[in-house]
């Protein structure tokens, strides 16, 4: 960053404390915008991060940004294999830096989930790639396994092995239960005995599987010798040797190719022929096997058992819902940076205007903008929630509402993963087309963030099927309800609106003018009827299809689309709403920053809430031109009162511009300049190819190869 | 194509005819669906093409698979110099296959739309490139050049110069007019002297011209010896040696690098310092010099020049509306095939059932089938409409009709690319997330597909900027009506309803079932209600701007959102609709086809409506719960009864496997066997990484990297 140049006036000791925390930024092209603004970028990110995680991110930025091995590849003609390599090589090197040891962890645990952001925003294969591995693999077999276990969590540490998590199969993903792959118990041996009774059943999209995992955590039908299947169990299964990197006897295993994005991951299929691994390898925190072959249980239900095993993914889609928060930053950040310099057109024909002037601009990207700062704030303060039940989960806390905490963070982490991965991925693709051509550039980077944050709505459960998670959770809300009459009441109170669900649904958009839009609550109100209705209305749906004669299979299938769908979406929309509007309304916002967070806060309401507005019409919530019309016009007004602070909304959130990589988005503004030189910096770009003779020789006799019909 | 199985029941002379010409597509898990199916897909495929262009597409493709330089890439590492040169070599083989000679193209112009649409289908990057040289670049040269420019045509044949387009510079790109190249004309030497003044002024986003181009179309200000500027003119520069591919002296070309598709395409930037040219190579169809400098024009206004001069891009709008569709076309074709072959869960544990089969899916993918015929069919008679125009064109016709025919087709096209670019990009998208994992994959294609899908939402006119040019028709309409009292009535017939602006505006939604909804001209009426409403509120809301004192820039920026581009996209849509309403409604549609195309018109309308549902609520077209249900309940009945049909309807569509090139969705079915097979088939797959010592040897001291806080 450059150093401060607009506040120092005397010497250093008159300078103020935060610019040495956040040094001034270049002055150039954009500084018109930045003194336009309405706040103080500084004071915004102090409020938002603290001094410590200020810190915190500016040395692992800085580390990056300082070894070789994270340099930009300027060239884009990087194969897969240096791709892999590279990203394993970084990997290793996070684990050189240990920018976050486990004393601090558990002093601050935000930090781990700012150290998983600061890696997202630098490239989101290293932060999966060190995920699987150091978490994933690690957290399963610490949460699903005993004490015998241990020793993988410690190898993994020291890099003695390296893991990956293997459930889904070729012909199997969603459907989790459906899994073929066998472990059979030999009582001879003390071993289980793996097999994939086909390629269709061989584990695939394992990530780190492809190239570099030595152990797996395998999902497998456990079969006694007395030839009962005992359901889906986890193992730990040595796939590599450790010491040559070759596979194991029996284990077939392989890289599955070029992917859309994230392709510094190798992720992997395997096939397993008769491969033995110790009894100890499976992971019996729900079940075991006695020497003589015996199946013994903690639990009678094998549903529940099942559940309970799978439990582990919850904080997949928890850290899911940060990462791609910060795709949304970064997609958003280069968008308008890129528009506040990008001059188009004018009122005058010698005046030119800069694209983020016109309405339309504005209403494509702000809208974005404030959707990150509210799924940021609500990202964290899920991970909070997370990291309370999981504290409480090892301390063994069987408690009421340990479960119903359980449930709830289930509930919310099923649809806030497909909400903010989609909105990161619509988000990516508008940023792209609002930039024009020079988003289509790959050097911009808009390409990248929008194909590495794709595969986040497919994996950790693909984004529809878990949106049923989430509206069934709903839904038994409404059940016990009939049948227990008991209050409808949450850990963290996310449903809790639901006890007024009669009263909420006799009520009517209250908002008749611009103005009354433009506080938050209207918006969250107008969310709170609309998740009582479509509650109301999936409920009747579901009774209805039953009524006819549909299983609750298809009653369930037929009543997804318009109805439970919309549900869950709306219900976790609401929730994100909730907590940014009760976090800005806070006495402890400083209040020269409220009035730009509420502008965010009621832009980000209203603009989700325009999504539903068919609903709240054959709801009969509104009435008449009015009340979609005030709802347009205060998106556009919000966008118009936020468009000066649009840039220093985006200091705050931005990486610096070595981890941003984006030509047309650094701080400094020179949108041309800097295109230009990383244009020319590219190789041979002003070389003829070096296939000239393919033109200049051997000419095409036009027809010559022409078919005959 | 695999030979008939099913309907040859003894000797090859019984053989239905229709067999020879479309072979049975071979018979495995795709099967039931095509049993299913409610008609014969070859009838289907048969009425759409007719038999002369069955044998011509299949001419081209089968031509494509047996030439080894087409052979698909499994190895994804191609470097970017040798995807150009690849595609080069494509684009000159393209001219030795002669598919269509000028004399067939003339007899039956459609044949060049197909010709385009399959090697679109075959690759992107390829019908790009050579559409760049071989139409744009000649189209230009020939209509806004002369007699003396012919030469460049015919050397374009034959391949002894390559040519490129361009107009956009680095710091504009929809706003022509400020384009800052310069072209002096120097007397004494009777040439123009080309100066790019700075690298902002860069010519950039050309096609072809980063690798391949010797002669580019270059718009410049055209400047006569006393200072004068005369405004934009387009040059025929030549910026290669054809003998050397070396650049000319005082030309600076170079490749723009990795784009985030299209990469075959060598998009390229150029710089002109005191480049000299013959004062010949002025297209001099709008405005010439005399060798003594003095300007001279057959148009009065500038502005009626500036536009003519542009006039030849409507024709890149048309192409690239029929070419968009190809990939709508082959997303879906992957996802439908998938979908179909794909089992997930079951009503029971034991039995699992096609995704297709839940409604969710259906009802993400079967519209996008719907859009793909309907948006095929539109895009076809937009192109027959041009060929009409631009035959009157060729012949000097300057009568009134043909004006307002330009005018009508520059409207459409304006708002067809959007809108078939915009279907395909996020119809792509849904595709490869239905596709789960394995849509993710790269060597699936809708990767491909999408990214290469993408650019058309930029290229020759970025889309939202686009809108605006037809919605500025549109309301040219009510000014003139307004004005001189003169019928509403255009030459293709698409504003005609608005003459009727008063009386539509009295309709409300008549449809109370889901069995009225089934007709297409349920949802024909609602759009052109929908059309006459928001014309008169986009009126309205330009009015009020001006009223309130905004300038006509203002004014028409502040009218753009929920108004002149809804406005603009509901035109559109409501014309492709109301096409393919007609041309199934028509007696020449076979009786036994015409129950599925029903549905597929239905559905698309309805589907379309529902985006803009809002605004008949607001406008209250609608009123209550009924409608948005009725329409709700009517676009998932349709999916319900098309997706027994789904299959045929993709076999209609979808191209031979070698063209589609998707594992997952072979003609077979086959999907995990092809899936594994071609997973295997990729480069050293099964090899541990030639990095493997970097695991197996030095392993990270943990911390040892540690940065002081």
Redesign the interface.
């Known amino acids: 960053m450059a150093p401060s140049t607009t506040s120092a006036k005397g010497t250093s000791h008159e300078q103020n404390p935060l610019d040495l925390l956040l040094p001034d930024l270049p002055k150039g092209p954009l500084s018109v915008y930045r003194e336009k603004s309405s706040f103080c970028w500084k004071e915004l990110a102090l409020f938002l991060d603290g001094e410590d995680v200020i810190?915190?991110k500016k040395?692992i930025f800085?580390?990056l940004e300082n070894d070789p091995l994270f340099a930009h590849h300027s060239d884009?003609?990087l194969?897969?294999?240096r791709q892999?390599?590279l990203t394993?090589?970084r990997c290793?090197?996070i684990?050189?830096?240990?920018?976050l040891?486990m004393d601090e962890t558990m002093d601050q645990p935000l930090k781990l989930l700012m150290l998983f952001n600061c890696l997202a925003m630098y490239d989101m294969s290293l932060v999966v790639k060190y995920l699987l591995n150091c978490q994933v693999f690690t957290n399963t077999v610490a949460s699903t396994g005993s004490e015998r276990h241990s020793k993988f969590v410690e190898q993994v540490?020291?890099?003695?092995i390296?893991g990956c998590f293997a459930l889904?199969e070729?012909?199997?993903?969603?459907?989790a239960?459906?899994m073929r792959t066998t472990a059979t118990y030999k009582e001879d041996t003390k071993e289980f005995i793996l097999n994939s009774p086909d390629?269709?059943a061989?584990k695939?999209?394992v990530g780190n599987m492809g190239?570099?995992a030595t152990h797996a955590v395998v999902y497998a039908q456990l079969y006694t010798p007395d030839g009962k299947c005992h359901g889906l169990h986890a193992f730990v299964v040595q796939i590599?040797d450790?010491?040559?990197?070759?596979?194991m006897p029996g284990v077939?295993?392989?890289?599955?190719?070029?992917?859309?994005?994230l392709n510094g991951l190798d992720n992997g299929?395997v096939m397993f022929h008769n491969v033995r691994i110790p009894k100890e390898n499976l992971l019996n925190q729900t079940g075991d096997v006695t020497p003589t072959g015996n199946y013994t249980s903690s639990f009678k239900d094998p549903k529940q058992r099942f559940g309970a095993s799978l439990g582990a993914l919850a904080s997949g889609r928890v850290s899911i819902t940060s990462v791609v928060v910060c795709n949304l930053k970064l997609a958003i950040s280069i968008a308008i940076r890129f528009s506040a310099t990008?001059?188009?057109?004018?009122?005058t024909?010698d005046e030119?205007i800069p694209v983020l002037e016109?309405?339309?601009q504005q209403?494509?990207l702000i809208p974005y903008l404030a959707a990150a700062y509210a799924l940021d704030h609500f990202s964290k303060s899920l991970f909070l929630n997370y990291i309370e039940f999981h504290v409480c989960l090892l301390f063994k806390d069987k408690s009421a509402r340990q479960a119903e905490l359980g449930r709830e963070i289930h509930a919310l982490s099923c649809a806030s993963k497909p909400l903010a991965s989609w909105t990161a991925?619509h988000g990516a693709?508008e940023c792209?087309?609002a930039c024009?051509?020079h988003?289509?550039?790959?050097?911009n980077r808009?390409?990248e963030i929008?194909?590495d944050n794709?595969?986040n709505?497919?994996?950790e459960g693909?984004?529809?099927v878990l949106l049923q998670q989430t509206s069934n959770y709903l839904l038994s809300w409404v059940t016990a309800k009939h049948e227990d009459k008991a209050p409808i009441e949450s850990p963290l109170g996310s449903v809790n609106f639901l006890e007024r669900f009669d009263d909420i649904l006799g009520h009517r958009f209250p908002a008749s003018t611009v103005k009354d839009c433009m506080d938050s609550s209207v918006a969250l109100a107008a969310y709170q009827w609309l998740v009582c209705y479509l509650l109301r209305e999936s409920y009747k749906k579901l009774q209805k299809e039953k009524q006819n004669g549909s299983?609750d299979?298809?009653a369930r299938?037929?009543s997804?689309?318009?109805h439970c769908?919309t549900l869950a979406l709306a219900y976790i929309e609401c929730t994100v709403l909730q907590r940014y509007h009760e976090f800005i309304q806070d006495s402890s916002t400083p209040s020269n920053l409220q009035p730009v967070l509420k502008r965010l806060c009621a832009l980000y309401g209203l603009w989700s809430l325009?999504k539903h507005?068919?609903?709240l019409?054959?709801?009969?919530y509104?009435v008449?031109?009015q009340p979609?019309?005030v709802i347009?016009n205060t998106i556009?007004d919000l966008c118009a009162e936020l468009k000066d602070d649009a840039v220093a909304l985006v200091d705050v959130i931005v990486p610096p511009d070595f981890i941003l990589n984006s030509p047309i988005a650094r701080a400094d503004g020179e949108l041309?300049k800097n295109?230009?030189t990383t244009?020319?910096q590219?190789s041979?770009?002003?070389e003829?190819?070096?296939?000239?003779t393919?033109?200049?020789a051997n000419?095409?006799?036009?027809?010559?190869?022409?078919?005959k019909?």
Not at 439 to 443: I, K, P, T, V, Y
Not at 688 to 692: I, K, N, Q
């Open positions: 810190l915190f040395t800085t580390a884009g003609d194969s897969l294999e892999r390599e394993f090589l290793k090197r684990m050189e830096y240990d920018f040891t540490k020291t890099m003695e390296f889904t070729l012909s199997h993903g969603s459907d239960k459906h390629f269709e061989a695939c999209w190239r570099t590599r450790p010491k040559t990197l070759m596979s077939m295993v392989g890289d599955m190719g070029w992917k859309l994005g299929f990008r001059r188009q057109f004018g009122p024909d030119e016109y309405q339309m209403w494509r991925q693709q792209r087309e024009g051509g988003g289509f550039l790959a050097m808009l390409g929008r194909n794709d595969p709505c497919t994996y693909d984004n529809n299983s299979f298809e299938n037929n997804q689309v318009y769908r325009s507005m068919v609903v019409y054959q709801g009969g509104c008449g031109e979609g019309r347009q556009l041309y295109l230009w244009m020319l590219g041979k770009v002003l003829r190819p070096s296939w000239w393919h033109f200049c000419k095409p006799i036009i027809g010559s190869l022409r078919p019909l």
